[in-house]
Nanobody, 124 residues
Framework: QVQLVESGGGLVQAGGSLRLACAASGRRTTSNYAMGWFRQAAGKEREFVAGIWNGGSPAYADSVKGRFAISRANAKNTLYLQLNSLPPEYTAVYYC?????????????????WGQGTQVTVSS
């Protein structure tokens, strides 16, 4: 029902910034969905980093609070994640997710739709 495509990843030096984007398409608009960002480092489990409720309220994992900012442009069906002051340990594939609920879950199983991910590599 919903297709998600991430973009904006790449190689950045420690302390640098990136802005990730997630473009959504399908039979419904993202205005009806809670959305979130997850990351998964090599050999690690997928980890919640940020979410935004259907009503627009943001939520962040404690580990990234103050470094990331999530926002959504419903008119463009696009979700954004601003990544600032990146340390090398933030290297991971970052995934966009969506679910047809009001609340943004911090659990991967709480999301129905997923993008393919975009690689973020932070060099020291």
């Amino acid at each position: 029902q919903v297709q998600l495509v991430e973009s904006g990843g790449g190689l950045v030096q420690a302390g640098g910034s990136l802005r990730l984007a997630c473009a959504a398409s399908g039979r419904r608009t993202t205005s009806n969905y809670a959305m979130g960002w997850f990351r998964q480092a090599a050999g690690k489990e997928r980890e919640f980093v940020a979410g935004i409720w259907n009503g627009g309220s943001p939520a962040y994992a404690d580990s990234v609070k103050g470094r990331f900012a999530i926002s959504r442009a419903n008119a463009k069906n696009t979700l954004y994640l601003q990544l600032n002051s990146l340390p090398p340990e933030y290297t991971a594939v970052y995934y966009c997710a969506a679910t047809n609920t009001y609340y943004a879950s911090s659990i991967p199983g709480g999301y129905e739709y997923w993008g393919q991910g975009t690689q973020v590599t932070v060099s020291s």
